[in-house]
């Protein structure tokens, strides 16, 4: 029981840290409002609906360029949507490293 304590007891200034670092990255970061997280948040969103309908109208176009028993508006679909998630991963990645970048600091 009192290695438990004495391991939190140590752990405290790095913990202390951390959070005095957040929250100066937030004081910091003040204009990053609701407008930056409804743009974040539209970006993601059309970068995914953009990519989707891209895949959907070469997959209508394969199917009536050469019809096939395969739907491939269907399969076109899907991986539109998952390059989609994929670049949408890539952006939020990229953002969060940002924002790691400027804690260093």
Not at 32 to 61: C, N, Q
């Amino acid at each position: 029981m009192s290695s438990d304590k004495d391991k939190k007891d140590r752990n405290l200034p790095g913990t202390v840290g951390r959070k005095a670092s957040r929250r100066l990255k937030a004081r910091r970061n003040r204009d990053r409002g609701v407008w930056f997280g409804l743009g974040l948040f539209g970006m993601v969103g059309w970068t995914i609906a953009i990519t989707t309908l891209i895949g959907v109208a070469i997959g209508v176009w394969i199917d009536r360029t050469w019809p096939s028993s395969y739907s491939w508006t269907l399969m076109m679909l899907f991986i539109g949507l998952i390059i989609g998630c994929i670049n949408a991963w890539y952006w939020i990645n990229k953002e969060s490293r940002f924002d790691d970048d400027n804690d260093e600091e």
